[in-house]
């Protein structure tokens, strides 16, 4: 008698879908913790973001433009103080015009790099080659900012440093104004009358600076004659002084021809008291005159710097939303909707998770190290 065996065939029994793996909900949890945590969350189309890639590369460029104008302006500034580095004691304050340069070139490379990057992704293919570079952009962009930042810092207070180089500078010029015939100093006369009659000014602090030293080379004075010699002798330390000026103190706007000798001298001159006439010579020194001229300099290159710094500020901030919502883009759906902001968590916390960061990543070197220690011993 046989038997016959049927055979059974086992069907897989159907598995239970997991409600907490699914896509679906993994995109609403995940939304759902952005709209809790992230800062400044905005939510984009494809085509919001397409268009925000577009502006973000016109704005890249711009900021190329601006970064140009960066380097021009501390060329401007680097040749306005070599122009006048004879009156200058120290050459520090061309940091700034340095920096400007420095920052202009850097701000040329990042910003067509940004404008590179910008105009890949509009298109979610070029996108990928960017995704792993864009966030590393953007931290290295915003240290660029902070270097703009300190460029305009540099500006607004250079002026008490300048104060004093041009006075001690100033006054070793004109102390020198007379060594014509000197090789490294004959050219100071002539800066120095130029400086006067440009910025129209007299001395260092005042017309009476003239009065103080031997502006008038000894080999223009007739050390024959009986009144010069007396006058050196008269003079502890054997110096020609005069209450007179150069001729580039003069005043061409006063009605009366210039007065620049014996100015203390009211019998000396028609119709004239020193006390209480206006005189015809610049009444305002050239370390006023020179200070205020650079100032303004450095005062307005720090308000465009300033100006500049806003502006990428603002395009970094439009280059954050553009990689924040891309990232949020599923790949095999990328035409759907995206969030996108400038911090995943809030300042504070994404300041401790900083910290933490440069923490952890101090103790893992210091790891690291051991085994060479242990290795040395």
């Not at 308000?303 to 954050?320: K, T």
Request: charged share 20%; hydrophobic share 40%.
């Amino acid at each position: 008698m046989f038997h016959r065996h049927t055979a059974i065939r086992l069907l897989p029994l159907p598995q239970k879908s997991n409600l907490f793996t699914s896509p679906p909900f993994q995109r609403h949890l995940y939304s759902d913790v952005s709209e809790t945590m992230a800062v400044l969350k905005v939510t984009f189309t494809k085509y919001k973001r397409n268009k925000l890639a577009q502006i973000l590369w016109i704005l890249n460029w711009l900021s190329v433009m601006t970064g140009v104008l960066l380097f021009s302006l501390g060329l401007f500034l680097k040749i306005e103080i070599k122009k006048r580095m004879e009156v200058l004691a120290k050459g520090e304050i061309s940091s700034t015009s340095n920096m400007l340069i420095s920052v202009g070139l850097v701000a040329c490379v990042i910003n067509f790099l940004g404008g590179k990057i910008c105009y890949d992704c509009s298109d979610m293919h070029r996108y990928r080659r960017w995704q792993l570079i864009l966030l590393p952009y953007i931290a290295f962009a915003l240290c660029f900012t902070f270097f703009l930042l300190v460029g305009v810092f540099m500006c607004y207070t250079t002026r008490k440093e300048l104060e004093e180089s041009l006075y001690l500078g100033l006054r070793e010029a004109i102390k020198s104004y007379k060594d014509t015939d000197i090789p490294g100093r004959c050219f100071l006369k002539k800066t120095i009358d130029l400086i006067q009659i440009w910025f129209q000014c007299c001395g260092n602090n005042s017309f009476k600076d003239w009065f103080e030293i031997q502006w008038i080379s000894a080999r223009y004075l007739n050390m024959a004659s009986k009144e010069v010699v007396d006058h050196l002798k008269n003079n502890i330390d054997g110096k020609f002084l005069v209450d007179g000026v150069p001729f580039s103190c003069c005043n061409p706007s006063s009605p009366r021809p210039c007065i620049q000798h014996q100015l203390t001298n009211n019998t000396a001159h028609y119709n004239y008291d020193f006390h209480t006439e206006e005189l015809n010579v610049w009444m305002k020194g050239c370390h006023e005159a020179l200070l205020d001229y650079y100032s303004h300099i450095m005062y307005s290159i720090g308000l465009m710097v300033l100006i500049i710094w806003l502006f990428e500020l603002c395009v970094l901030a439009g280059v954050r939303y553009l990689q924040t919502s891309l990232k949020n883009v599923p790949l095999d759906e990328p035409e759907l909707d995206s969030d996108g902001w400038l911090l995943e968590n809030s300042f504070v916390e994404t300041v401790k998770y900083n910290l933490n960061f440069i923490k952890n990543f101090g103790k893992v070197s210091i790891v690291c190290e051991l085994p060479n220690l242990n290795k040395d011993i």
